[in-house]
T-cell receptor
Framework: TQLLEQSPQFLSIQEGENLTVYCNSSSVFSSLQWYRQEPGEGPVLLVTVVTGGEVKKLKRLTFQFGDARKDSSLHITAAQPGDTGLYLCAGPNTGTASKLTFGTGTRLQVTL | EAQVTQNPRYLITVTGKKLTVTCSQNMNHEYMSWYRQDPGLGLRQIYYSMNVEVTDKGDVPEGYKVSRKEKRNFPLILESPSPNQTSLYFC????????????FGSGTRLTVV
């Protein structure tokens, strides 16, 4: 079973601060996805990274896929209270791409 | 509006009473999947389906059944629910396997007493 470890588990910061969330594995993934989940709702897809070394930007969010495709990071610039939520990385299992493994999650709270 | 619709949102039932959680998507997606989310354990895949009549087990399939008779529907069946199946359940669908993300439903909070 391919595992995805996220760090940190919890992050509480003030509005305007920058932060980085990490998603690591000992296995190679063909792609990685990032989701944000708010309380009582399903995860919402933010981005998919496919190519090793790829960098994607979504407004204040920057996603990077490691060169070896074993890790990914999410960087948020000037965090806002609306960024509060649970951030999840996920990747398809090698050989059975329909089986999606989710990371352990990073719970972010941004306060005024 | 493109969406995955689950029903019911909340359900309290008793041990052993069969129940079905419905899931429907209006995006003509081929891939559908069920997950359960538990504190400390994260999201775990129960079953997934690659197309009509094609289903396979995820990581935690015990105690669950699924069927995919139509492309848009993927119900989750608990034949004899037990308290350890108390959880938050999500249905999700995707157009392509692997590289494309899933669209998730709003969830079903199930309590088995």
């Amino acid at each position: 079973t391919q595992l995805l470890e996220q760090s940190p588990q919890f992050l509480s910061i003030q509005e305007g601060e920058n932060l980085t969330v990490y998603c690591n594995s000992s296995s190679v993934f063909s792609s990685l996805q990032w989701y944000r989940q708010e309380p009582g709702e399903g995860p919402v897809l933010l981005v998919t990274v496919v190519t090793g070394g790829e960098v994607k930007k979504l407004k204040r969010l920057t996603f990077q896929f490691g060169d070896a495709r074993k890790d990914s990071s999410l960087h948020i610039t000037a965090a806002q209270p609306g960024d509060t939520g649970l951030y999840l990385c996920a990747g398809p299992n090698t050989g059975t791409a329909s089986k999606l493994t989710f990371g352990t999650g990073t719970r972010l709270q941004v306060t005024l | 509006e493109a969406q995955v619709t689950q029903n019911p949102r909340y359900l309290i039932t008793v041990t052993g009473k069969k129940l079905t959680v419905t899931c429907s998507q209006n995006m003509n997606h081929e891939y559908m999947s069920w997950y359960r989310q538990d504190p400390g354990l994260g999201l775990r895949q129960i079953y997934y389906s690659m197309n009509v009549e094609v289903t396979d087990k995820g990581d935690v399939p015990e105690g669950y059944k699924v069927s995919r008779k139509e492309k848009r529907n993927f119900p989750l069946i608990l034949e004899s629910p037990s308290p350890n199946q108390t959880s938050l359940y999500f249905c999700a669908s995707s157009l392509y396997q692997g590289t494309h993300g899933y669209t998730f439903g709003s969830g079903t909070r199930l309590t088995v007493v």
